[in-house]
């Protein structure tokens, strides 16, 4: 084996929001905001507790660099073989990172976020490490060894303990920071208004709470127009903080690995290649494929759309983004559908409101059955707002799928976690990839026990050789989309 090592840290740094208020824009007193709407229930406090992140001693403020995690000070080392002298493929390969400080001192406590993988690009393999916090600056990276022949080890540094302390609290103390804005229009008269999930009480407010889910949304009342004009939503712009500042098993047990750049599958359903239009048509005659959520699962259609020349879809000047999309194969008896999830929706403008439909209404209005898939991804829109917000829209979304599955057992349910992605200065502070992973802690919790299969997007992103992105690359969709087509039409026993 022959190992390469990488570290690369993002670092935080949110400036003091100085803008000027208007009118239409006005800035809520953050000590108002209350995004919970309800006490939690110990469904939700079990759920948090299970995401608890190691804490971080109390630091000084401001926070002195010399005393943050610097991947120059830190190492790892290839622990040594067992007795025999050689790997052999089905053995455990372990590295032990030691995390150092800006001046070179070992860190005593744990709390920093770090992925790892083993991988080698001549054979396009590549498996995903399982990250051990000892809580004493130490941490433990574990492979299975799945094949034969070379490898690399790659440990990447995300963020340090100290960031995670920051963003922890940033999610607390700021769960508007990000904006949006709805045009309210009558006639010649328009006007535009803030909205969210969370805003203040100190001006009147539209209420759009969803009646069936209870999943709120609010925006504030236009001065001169009802609150049932409203006609469009899209992003209004992201709040900016004052921080400046230079995480336990980040996963239990890898769910695959690369070989020859296909996805193998450990521990559950065999993954077929599904290498041409015709296999794929094959599999999906007969069947409607409903696809919800946010723009990830929106490449799964683009996917199918491109690769499917039988496929024809039908435009209704939809938002390019957003949808609804509708494309049929008449001739195989095909449907594949998508549409977007409901606020929040992190976006440009999206003319009709209407259109966004929250994702478990749909699945209410679906039959279901043997002919009939469902594949959700909800995920990247919801990292800039408190965790609880996130597990309530979870939990209506699980309750639907419940009365599916009750009504038609022989529906296919797939959930499509979260992934990595590139992190630039602004995604950090909004989405980083830590909100993400608590996320993804929490959509695999709430979705165990139930007759639900899943398509492992963090696993495919993380081992892949390709740059970490929000939109994963070709060759990776092309797995996921596999994996999608093997639980519809598995291999033959």
Known sequence: FFFFFLLCQCFLLVLENRNKTTPTTPVPNRQHINCSHHQLSPEERRLLDSIAWPETPRLPVPISLNT?????????????VRAGGQWHVGDELEALIQIGDFQGRPKQYGGDLVIARLHDRTLSAGVVGRVVDHLNGS???????????RAQVEVMFIHPSEAITVLHRIDREHPDRIQFKSIFRSGSVSETSVCNICLPPDQPLCNYTDLHTGEPWFCYKPRNLSCNTRMTHSKGGIKTMNEHVK???VKPEPAGYYYQGAWQALGGAAVRQFNNASSISQCLTDKVVHLYGDSTMRQWFEYFNTVLPDLKEYNFRNN?????FMAVDIARNILVKY????PPVVTGAIFLTNELRYVANELDNIAGGSNAVVAISVWAHFGAFPIEVYIRRLQSIRRAVLQLLNRAPDTLVVIRTGNLRALTLGIALTNSDWYSLQRDKVLRAMFSGLNVRVVDAWDMVLAHHLPHSLHPQLPIIKNMIDVLLSYICPPKK
Not at 68 to 80: K, M, N, V, W, Y
Not at 139 to 145: D, G, I, K
């Open 68 to 80: 943050t995690s610097d991947p120059a000070h830190s190492t790892f080392t290839i622990l040594p």
């Open 139 to 149: 941490y433990t990276a574990v492979f299975p060894l799945l094949w034969e022949g």
């Open 247 to 249: 995480s336990s098993t």
């Open 320 to 324: 390019r983004r957003t949808g609804p």
């Open 339 to 342: 549409r977007f999830h409901s």
